[in-house]
């Protein structure tokens, strides 16, 4: 789960160019919005398509459970974890 994590990390900072950052300045259970990295809706949307095209998973827009699968790279392993399954 470990190289999971650290690969949504990677995919995160080239796919939304976050500059200065490195997979370890991102903790795992880190806020991705907001007060957390600060990304916002745009971002979102740009990550899910790097998710759906990287781990060929799709994250469902509509969702009431996609907030709470962007809430954290923990979040976001678990659930490609159970989709890869």
Avoid: W, Y
């Avoid at 954290?72 to 890869?84: K, P």
């Amino acid at each position: 789960m470990t190289e999971l994590k650290n690969k949504i990390k990677q995919l995160m900072i080239s796919s939304l160019d976050l500059e200065d950052i490195t997979v370890d300045d991102i903790e795992n259970d880190q806020p991705l919005f907001v007060d957390g990295l600060g990304l916002d809706s745009i971002d979102a949307l740009e990550l899910g398509l790097a998710i759906k095209k990287e781990f060929n998973v799709k994250i469902d827009a509509n969702s009431e459970q996609t907030k709470a699968h962007f809430a954290s790279v923990d979040a976001l392993a678990e659930f490609i974890n159970q989709h890869q399954s």
